[in-house]
């Protein structure tokens, strides 16, 4: 056998613990009877960690240096070694020690969170979000970094990508975002009490499925189940399961969960087979990720024509919204708000939330900024983005649960995913001269196709950037997001 | 810390890999889709398999050693000890490759059942049972035996029985059985076509939870979904979920699979939470498993007190069946016929099948019989025992899949069930004057009260065989199931 049959043979292998702790994870949030709670967390503690022991052992380490000798003519031969060992790279520079101190403090935060939630008092959480900050620096400098420490951060959720470029794109899009929110004020808002009615849940599953089915998710090798945050979980290729949740008082809540975490799902379900249980056979980076299930939910699933075509499932199963017309479902769903939460946020006002995250994260892990100021400055930012300020940190600074999970770097992946999703909007409708008229008839299926081809097949195999830069032709670009917004919601708005 | 707890931490260990390998299994024949079959088959043999390794290793056979020589004080240390060492010694008797030869012929042999079955060809299993029984009996000589080499494969889930004992049981059994079935021509055949009507699903759902929660099944630490073939499995003992099916025509099948399920369920349920993990934290033995769940489903469920209280539920969600009485459904529930397949068998006949078997079985273990007579000596004894003789093997020795299992020993464990069960009952009778008015009233609190104290509670620190004489003062004794079968069968037949 070759080495690299057997660095496959050896991180296959490792891959079946990690798929035996999805599933261990998928059980827990949908399935499993609250009293085994405790018992649960132990076990997948101990999957998890016996196969994160296997992956960073000297016989993996070793493999992974054999294979790298070996003349590998295949480009996804090459990859496998390639992002293999930069994967190994990085969990060899962590100490075990330090990730075992930052999972005790982000169990110990992730309660004091809640409870300073409750309570709405940053103080109670305050403490531990100063420890996670600590250690997660002390992270950024063993990973290490050429200009900015985030730098380290960003690179685990989003390979390749600098601190810099970040900036560079985000100074001229909040311009524009903060301006077009004042021009949309003068233009028509629509009546989004259209979706806020009595839907009972088991109908909302119906047209869930519908949806699903439309985009063409494959049920045979997943399913749909409740969680109270809907997630995505991939237990294998041919295993990608979606979860969604139901607000009987909400039907944007459901079916646009449920879209989204199909558009993960395809994404996942269009890994290649070969790809399975090796460290490509994932999706190129969390941004990446997002802007599948961003092109679903929102550049499809929010658009006049899908309405146009999925209005007569949505009248089969609600005839009670039939005296609306379909552009007034349209408009209903893209209803445009200065809010306080970021995950109830439309569009036009999402990548402010996160821009603002984004500029308190990397100020915190560059000293530049203190723990103790959050709330001062949260709401500063707050006021300046999207003119409203939350009365309680609990619907402010306390909103998210990521810094209390120790995820610092991350949510800039949910922004990158509405740029790199309209990016690729626009190189789609020159490839498929009919895109519009494809979803008027309610034929995803070339949409599908070019995601397949020029995404989903590459699997991990290429960084972010140079992944988007080979489907669309060019490095990652801001103004395709501006161009799509504008477009739309001067449509939804009458503007 | 002691040898002890070092052992326990061990097993502990181990038995998160055992759990983990539970839920994949459990995942796999409820949840999963249908393409992730192949996939899912490596991830459960990888982590049983990493389970099994672990508990045969020199480090665990070397913790219970150092825990052996440790002074004991506790009932419970003792015993987890004792059956730590008694499963490992058995365990590293046989060398892998002989279990690896067996896991590699019961596949095949599984694939051969299945297409004989279904072609009503014996000869297309025959060669692959051969060859099963041949590594079975080199199975039993290398885990050794002192009166019979059917003994070594009893004891695998009947600790402590032998043969000889089993042999002496049957003999009194089936001539009472035979007689009394003889007999029961002469009675008043219950109507059982009343349960025979159209159920649907949904409502057979309802009754079958109304009756778990009689039952004081714990759904919060359990849940009840659908599998082809109903069972019971322990994910951890906050954790116990059941499986049963739905067969629109047959009311029968759902809620009496549910009931015997549940049985299983309670019995996990009721095991001390400081045996979790532990080799004492299961249940004693197949058989005194088997005797929970018949006695729920049977004695209780089956009986006209059931039936006087849980009429009301009964009409209640099929308000249809309000034309018949409580006594009719209880009659209805006790159809009894000379039928050719096991699993359908009423209470009567059932013991009949397994003799069968456990008479099969010990002949070819000891090479008194060869496998190419089998179709023959098959309908011989179904004519000699039941008066009924298949027309095709797949309804005659083919039906069941235990053997290409390599599931030798395993059938005694339904029968000794039956036995136990009624052995039980009379005992919990004395102990619970009221015992049918408890059932009456739907409290089945003091029933389950005397199962936990009786039997739950021991996990498997004793055999079935000092279990039994613990809790009914006497040991296994078949008296008790022949005056059980009298008394009941004479009311449903009116004799």
Redesign the interface.
């Known amino acids: 056998m070759s080495a690299l049959e057997d660095l496959k043979k050896r991180l296959r292998?490792i891959s079946?613990?990690n798929?035996?702790?999805a599933?261990?994870e998928w059980?827990f949030e949908t399935?499993?009877?609250?009293?085994?709670a405790e018992?649960?967390a132990?076990?997948i503690g101990?999957?998890s960690g016996h196969a994160f022991e296997m992956s960073v052992s000297d016989e993996t380490w070793n493999l992974v240096l054999n294979a790298e000798k070996e003349l590998l003519e295949s480009e996804v031969d090459k990859a496998i070694v390639r992002v293999a060992k930069k994967e190994l790279e990085k969990s060899k520079k962590i100490p075990p020690e330090l990730y075992k101190e930052l999972s005790i403090e982000t169990s110990k935060a992730q309660a004091a969170w809640e409870k300073a939630k409750t309570n709405n008092d940053f103080s109670i959480f305050q403490p531990h979000l100063e420890k996670i900050v600590e250690l997660t620096k002390q992270i950024a400098d063993k990973l290490g970094y050429e200009e900015n420490r985030y730098d380290a951060l960003l690179d685990m959720y989003e390979p390749g990508l600098k601190t810099s470029e970040l900036k560079k794109i985000i100074e001229p899009l909040r311009d524009f975002l903060v301006n077009y929110l004042a021009k949309l004020e003068k233009g028509e808002k629509p009546d989004n009490e259209i979706l806020k009615q009595f839907f009972p849940v088991e109908k909302q599953k119906e047209l869930s499925i519908r949806a699903l089915n439309l985009m063409n998710y494959?049920?045979?090798?997943?399913?749909m189940d409740v969680a109270m945050h809907p997630f995505t979980t991939t237990?294998?290729?041919?295993?990608v399961?979606i979860t969604t949740r139901y607000n009987e008082h909400d039907l944007n809540d459901s079916l646009y969960s449920t879209i989204h975490e199909g558009g993960h799902a395809l994404y996942e379900q269009g890994i290649p087979a070969e790809f399975?249980g090796l460290p490509i056979g994932d999706g190129a980076s969390m941004g990446i990720h997002e802007s599948q299930s961003r092109f679903w939910e929102n550049i499809v699933g929010r658009s006049p024509e899908f309405w146009e075509y999925f209005y007569n499932d949505l009248v089969d199963v609600f005839p009670e919204l039939k005296k609306y017309t379909p552009e007034d479902i349209f408009r209903a769903t893209n209803y445009v708000e200065r809010s306080l939460i970021r995950t109830e946020a439309d569009e036009v006002t999402y990548n402010l939330h996160i821009m603002l995250r984004f500029e308190i994260e990397e100020a915190l892990i560059n000293d530049k900024i203190k723990v103790a100021d959050l709330p001062k400055i949260w709401n500063e930012k707050m006021e300046k983005y999207l003119g409203v300020v939350p009365e309680k940190d609990s619907e402010g600074v306390l909103q998210d649960v990521h810094w209390a999970h120790g995820s610092f770097g991350y949510f800039p992946s949910y922004m990158l995913g509405n740029l790199y999703s309209a990016q690729l909007l626009y190189t789609m409708k020159k490839d498929i001269p009919d895109y519009n008229e494809a979803i008027r008839k309610g034929d995803f299926k070339p949409l599908l196709k070019w995601l397949r081809d020029k995404i989903h097949s590459k699997g991990k195999m290429y960084e972010p950037g140079e992944l988007i830069k080979m489907a669309t032709g060019e490095e990652l670009n801001p103004e395709y997001f501006m161009k799509y917004i504008e477009e739309k919601f001067n449509k939804v708005y009458k503007i």
């Open positions: 292998l079946r613990y798929t035996a702790a599933l261990l059980d399935m499993m009877p609250e009293k085994a018992e649960r132990e076990v101990e999957i494959d049920f045979k090798a997943g399913r237990i294998g290729l041919n295993d399961r399975s």
